[in-house]
C-alpha cells in the first residue's frame, strides 16, 4: 500500500512518520519551495492529544527532540487589564504530567517544523504545489501538481491546510466562517533586559487578559531549556477584539506601524506595561479568527482529509494543531489495518472519519465559546466572570473541579492510551 499525502505541515508530516514507523510506503507533497523557506509564526501550545500523537508517531530521537526544544508551560493566570490578578492555576492541576506524555509544551513553529522534517528526506519533496486528483479505474488516485508532477496512491492524504484544494474538490462547501474578531501577535524578547521590568505574572506560563471591553489578550512564554542555533526566548503575545465593536478597526492591509498604533489605541486604558511590551516587541502578525462550517457526513473513500483540512478552528482553545495532531495518530493506526489486511479501505477510513468528525466538532465548539466568553463583552458577564474566577482562587475543590485536566475534547480517546500497533516499540527504544 502506498500512500500520498499532500501538504508538509504538523500533520501530514507526523502522518509520515506514524506510516513509515510501521512499515507503510508514503510520500509527503509540500508547496514550502524549500525546508524554512517561509515565516511560521511563534510559539504553538502542545498539550496531551498531541504529545501522545508525537510519541506514537515519531522515532525516539524525534520524540526526544521534541521535548528538548520545549517550553514546559508550569501555570495558567488570569488578570484584569490593570494588572490584578483574578487567579492563577498550577500547571499540575491543569496539565498533569503523570505520564511521559502528560503536561502542556510551547514550541517555536519553526523549530517544530524542522524537527518533524528530521527523517523524512526521502520521503518528503518540497516545491510541490498539489492542483487537482484524479481517480483511477484502479481505484487508485493519482494528485497532479503545477509543474507537472504526478504522484499516484492508493490513498491520498488531504493535509493542506486551511484554504486545501484536496478539500475543495473532494468535499465542496466546506468554507470558513469568519468568526468576526481580529487578532494581532507580537514576539517580545525574554532576556535579562526583558525579564528586569516584566512582571512575574507575564514572565512564566501562559495568562490571559480580560479587560473592560472586547479587546482581550493571551500571553505565553518560550523558554526552553535547551537553546541553540535558532532557538531564542520570547513571549508571545496576542491582542484580539470584536471588529465591529470597536468601530470597525480592522488591521487587515496595515502596514506594522498601523497595526501596532491599532493595538496601542485599543488598550490604551489598560496597565502601562502593555503599552511597553507593545513598544519593544517585533514583528506584528495579523489574522482574522475562522472556523469551518460543519460539513454533513460523506461516504468514505481513499481520499482523506486530515487537519485544518478538514476543520479549521480559532487559536482559542490552542488545538487545532493538536486536533491534526491526533487525526494522524488515529489514521495512521487505521492504515495499519488496511496495509496489513485486517480491514478494508472504506471501513478503516470511515472508522477515522466518524471519530474525527465528533471530537472535531466539539473543539470547534469550545474554540468559539471561548471567543464569545472574551469578546463578546457585557459589562454583567464580565463581572461574573471576574467573580467565579476571584471565587475558583479562594476555594480549592473549585478550582479543581472546574480546571482539572485534560478536559473537554482534551480527554483521552480510548484509543489514544494505545501506541501504535504496527511499530514495536521495545525495539526502537
Ligand atoms: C496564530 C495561531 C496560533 C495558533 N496556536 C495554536 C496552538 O497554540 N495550539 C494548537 O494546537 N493550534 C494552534 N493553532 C492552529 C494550528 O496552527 C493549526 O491547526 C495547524 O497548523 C494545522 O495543521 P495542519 O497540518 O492541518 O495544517 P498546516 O500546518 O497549515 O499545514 C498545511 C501544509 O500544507 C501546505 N500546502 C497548502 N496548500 C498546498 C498545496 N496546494 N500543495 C502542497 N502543499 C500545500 C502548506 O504549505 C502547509 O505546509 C494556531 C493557529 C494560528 C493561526
Redesign the pocket.
Known amino acids: 500500500m502506498h500512500v500520498v499525502i ?8 507526523t502522518l509520515a512518520h506514524g506510516l513509515l514507523r510501521q512499515g507503510i510506503s508514503v510520500e509527503v ?4 519551495r524549500f525546508a524554512g523557506s ?1 515565516f511560521e ?7 496531551e492529544m ?1 504529545l501522545r500523537a508525537l510519541h506514537a508517531c515519531l522515532p525516539p530521537k524525534g520524540w526526544a527532540e521534541i521535548l528538548e526544544v520545549s517550553y514546559a508551560d508550569d501555570r495558567m493566570t488570569f488578570l484584569t487589564a490593570q494588572m490584578k490578578t483574578l487567579l492563577t492555576v498550577d500547571g499540575s492541576l491543569l496539565w498533569p504530567r503523570n505520564n511521559p506524555t502528560g503536561g502542556h509544551y510551547g514550541v517555536d ?1 519553526p523549530v517544530l517544523r524542522r524537527v518533524l522534517q528530521s527523517g523524512l528526506e526521502r520521503v518528503l519533496h518540497f516545491d ?4 487537482r486528483y484524479e481517480r483511477g479505474l484502479d481505484g487508485r488516485v493519482t494528485a497532479l ?1 503545477a509543474d507537472g508532477r504526478r504522484a499516484t496512491g492508493d490513498i491520498l492524504v488531504g ?7 484536496v478539500g475543495a474538490q473532494y468535499l465542496p462547501g466546506g468554507e470558513l466562517v469568519d468568526l468576526g474578531v481580529t ?1 494581532v ?1 507580537v514576539k517580545l524578547p525574554l532576556n535579562n533586559e526583558t525579564r528586569a521590568w516584566l512582571p512575574e505574572s507575564l514572565s512564566n506560563g501562559v495568562a490571559i487578559v480580560n479587560s473592560d471591553n472586547t479587546v482581550f489578550s493571551f500571553n505565553a512564554v518560550f523558554d526552553p531549556t535547551t537553546k541553540g542555533p535558532g532557538i531564542e526566548s520570547y513571549i508571545l503575545h ?1 491582542f484580539s477584539w470584536d471588529v465591529e465593536a470597536e468601530d470597525g478597526a480592522d488591521p487587515a492591509g496595515k502596514d506594522d506601524a498601523e497595526v501596532i498604533a491599532m493595538v496601542a489605541d485599543r488598550i490604551a486604558s489598560w496597565h502601562p506595561i502593555f503599552r511597553r511590551i507593545l513598544g519593544e516587541s517585533t514583528l506584528p ?1 495579523t ?1 482574522q479568527l475562522r472556523a469551518s462550517k460543519p460539513r454533513p457526513p460523506w461516504k468514505p473513500s481513499p481520499v482523506v482529509l ?4 478538514l476543520h ?2 480559532p ?1 482559542t482553545a ?7 495532531l491526533r487525526d494522524a495518530h488515529l489514521l495512521a493506526r487505521e492504515l495499519w489495518a488496511v496495509a496489513t489486511d485486517r480491514k478494508n479501505l472504506v471501513d478503516a477510513i470511515g472508522t477515522y472519519e466518524v471519530d474525527v468528525r465528533s471530537y472535531s466538532a466539539e473543539t470547534i465548539a469550545e474554540s468559539v465559546n471561548n471567543i464569545r466568553a472574551y469578546a463578546s463583552y457585557s459589562p454583567i458577564r464580565n463581572c461574573l466572570n471576574r467573580a467565579f474566577l476571584r471565587t475558583c482562587s479562594l476555594i480549592k475543590p473549585l478550582r479543581e473541579r472546574v480546571f482539572a485536566g485534560p478536559r473537554g475534547s482534551g480527554a483521552m480517546r480510548p484509543w489514544e492510551n494505545d501506541q501504535l500497533p504496527g511499530t514495536d516499540y521495545s525495539k526502537a527504544a
Open positions: 499532500v501538504g508538509g505541515g504538523i500533520g501530514g508530516l507533497y509540500e508547496r514550502d517561509r509564526g511563534y510559539r504553538i501550545d502542545i498539550e498531541g513553529r510541490a504545489e498539489f492542483v501538481f493535509a493542506d491546510g486551511t484554504t486545501s484544494r487578532c501577535g496576542a502578525i489574522f486530515l487537519g485544518d483540512a479549521a478552528m487559536p490552542g488545538r487545532g494543531g493538536n486536533t491534526a
